[in-house]
């Protein structure tokens, strides 16, 4: 307990989103888009022309960011920059891998569900509950 990150309390908080065109585009007619006044947005669209770069970068970008709170990236992106997703282990912003309309989620490569399993498999064993 003594170890951990306080959480940053922002009323201005932001979500931003690492996606396909499709996806991306919901999310921002559900209003998560922002634009500040450096013309910097909150979202990468991702398509067959966006270089792994420019995906890295997004991802550096947005997870160094004070005002975003949970950074979205669909399951197939994060799989093309899979060791910094990896790597990335603060609470904030949080990292979620969400499905896209052409790519399923799976669960298997989902690292926050793996790490989640590896916790409490291991609070089961260290208490005895199985």
Known sequence: MANRTPIPTNNSALIAMIADEDT??????????NVDL???TNYLIV???TTVKAIED???EFTTREDIAVVLISQYV??????????????VPAILEIPSKDHPYDPAQDSVLSRVKHLFSTES??????
């Open 78 to 91: 994060a799989n093309m920059i899979r060791f910094l997703v990896d790597g990335y282990n603060k609470p």
């Open 58 to 60: 997004a991802f550096k």
């Open 38 to 40: 450096r013309r910097k």
């Open 125 to 130: 064993v260290a208490s005895g509950r199985r």
């Open 47 to 49: 398509d067959s022309k």
């Open 24 to 33: 991306v585009t919901g999310f921002l007619m559900a209003g998560v888009g």
